[in-house]
Nanobody
Framework: QVQLVESGGGLVQPGGSLRLSCAAS????????MGWYRQALGKQRELVAI???????NYADSAKGRFTISRDNAENTVYLQMNSLKPEDTAVYYC???????????WGQGTQVTVSS
């Protein structure tokens, strides 16, 4: 079992920044992928960004150039630095962890990000 605890969401004005954090604990395997999805009200959950334990990253087109994903393998923690936020970034952001080569993933409880003036 893996537990994920997210933090860092909140209310921010358009153009502002937020940093999300997600700490994983439990049965963590060294080769894994962690990242963030988001789900806006009435929409499907969508990928935001992922990072492997080896440091490879992938971003949704909507996140490229504005968001940066990073991780601290020693702390099993993944971060999402979000800059130049837009109202359309408003969503619940979910952290996930997946062991490489295994289909199942673990999810955090979600953290609300609201971009509004």
């Amino acid at each position: 079992q893996v537990q994920l605890v997210e933090s860092g969401g909140g209310l921010v004005q358009p153009g502002g920044s937020l940093r999300l954090s997600c700490a994983a604990s439990g049965s963590i395997f060294s080769m894994n992928v962690m990242g963030w999805y988001r789900q806006a009200l009435g929409k499907q959950r969508e990928l935001v960004a992922i990072v492997t334990s080896g440091g490879m990253t992938n971003y949704a087109d909507s996140a490229k150039g504005r968001f940066t994903i990073s991780r601290d393998n020693a702390e099993n923690t993944v971060y999402l630095q979000m800059n130049s936020l837009k109202p359309e970034d408003t969503a619940v952001y979910y952290c996930f962890y997946k062991r490489l080569g295994v289909a199942d993933a673990y999810w955090g409880q979600g953290t609300q990000v609201t971009v509004s003036s």
